[in-house]
């Protein structure tokens, strides 16, 4: 078993950036491909990000391409997703996932999710 925990979500302003993390506990996150993943109110979870086991593969949804970049933190057993040039799209609750096996952008093979954490972004 996996347990996450999301940290580092809060109030910017369009343009700005946010750092969150993705703490995980039971097993070390080496042995898994990690995602985040986000939701807007009465919208559907929208990939975000994910990085392989090995921390060699990332992909990014099209939406946050060349503004957000995930990486890992084996040491502390910790994915940190870097999000910069914030607009109030980004606006949404944001959740960690990891799944054992290859690295994946659809949200349903993911096995393990944390609880969210809120990113609001104003104009």
């Known amino acids: 078993q996996v347990q996450l925990v999301e940290s580092g979500g809060g109030l910017v302003q369009a343009g700005g950036s946010l750092r969150l993390s993705c703490a995980a506990s039971g097993r070390t996150l080496s042995g898994y491909a990690t995602g985040w993943f986000r939701q807007a109110p009465g919208g559907e979870r929208e990939f975000v990000a994910a990085i392989s086991a090995n921390g060699v593969v990332s992909y990014y949804g099209d939406s946050v391409k060349g503004r957000f970049t995930i990486s890992g933190d084996n040491a502390k057993n910790t994915v940190v997703l870097q999000m910069n040039s914030l607009n109030p799209e980004d606006t949404a609750v944001y959740y960690c996932?990891?799944?054992?096996?290859?690295?994946?952008?659809?949200?349903?093979?993911?096995?393990?999710w944390g609880q969210g954490t809120q990113v609001i972004v104003s104009s």
């Open positions: 996932a990891a799944r054992a096996g290859l690295v994946r952008q659809i949200a349903s093979m993911y096995d393990y």
